[in-house]
């Protein structure tokens, strides 16, 4: 089955503990980006990557990074989190910039206390 | 700046009646218009996509949308609605595809669909 698996699916962290999202798409895309939920605000990119090794910002990355060292695989990090970034996050994949056919994973619900 | 407005935060129904979602949107150009439904602990789906052409587009699960330039619009309508409808929806535009075009999505706000017995 076609897929964008995101793991943890929740997750309870205290200020200052790095902490990894995991992102694994089995669809062969290009093109995988991040994006956070916040009540009344919809969606807002953080990171995304057009290719292996190529990744750049996008309108909220700050604390956060990213790496796509394999095609299949973007994770996203966070150094030191802070309560601002208690939030709902989504991974999407599409198979090349501008196809728009995004496949979104499930969100990871994550809670910073 | 581009941006997308949902102007119904929130919006209930009774099942079986007509329901249309509103989405105007502010850009340059005509974007790439799309509706994604989001149901409770999932993630999001393409309801529907509008890149050009016929200005009525249709989607899965009954639902069609309507571009219409003049208004800086693409609303989100279903004739009958059905209990199951309840959930999310993002109005989103993406820039077509030229060079410098990022891939990115910009949402709006969200509307949350309430449907009554």
């Known amino acids: 089955e076609a897929q964008v698996t995101q793991n943890p699916r929740y997750l309870i962290t205290v200020t200052g503990k790095k902490l990894t999202v995991t992102c694994s798409q089995n669809?062969?895309?290009?093109?995988m980006s991040w994006y956070r939920q916040d009540p009344g605000l919809g969606l807002r990119q953080i990171y995304y990557?057009?290719?292996?090794?190529?990744?750049d910002k996008g309108d909220v990355p700050e604390g956060y990074k990213v790496s796509r060292k394999e095609k299949r695989n973007f994770p996203l990090i966070l150094e030191s989190p802070s309560p601002n970034q208690t939030s709902l996050y989504f991974c999407a994949s599409s198979p090349a910039r501008g196809n728009y056919g995004y496949t979104f994973g499930s969100g990871t619900r994550l809670t910073v206390v | 700046a581009q941006s997308v407005t949902q102007p119904d935060i929130h919006i209930t129904v009774s099942e079986g009646a007509s329901l249309e979602l509103r989405c105007n949107y502010s850009y340059g150009a005509t974007p790439y218009l799309f509706w994604y439904v989001q149901s409770p602990g999932q993630g999001l789906q393409l309801l529907l996509k509008y890149f050009s052409g016929d200005t009525l587009v249709q989607g899965i699960k009954g639902f069609e949308a309507e571009f219409k330039r003049s208004q800086s619009s693409f609303n989100l309508r279903k004739p009958s609605v059905h209990w199951s409808d309840a959930a999310e929806y993002f109005c989103a535009v993406g820039r077509p595809r030229i060079s410098g075009n990022t891939g990115k999505l910009i949402f709006g706000q969200g509307t949350t669909l309430q449907v009554k017995p």
């Open positions: 669809m062969n895309h290009e093109y």
């Open positions: 990557s057009m290719n292996v090794e190529v990744t």
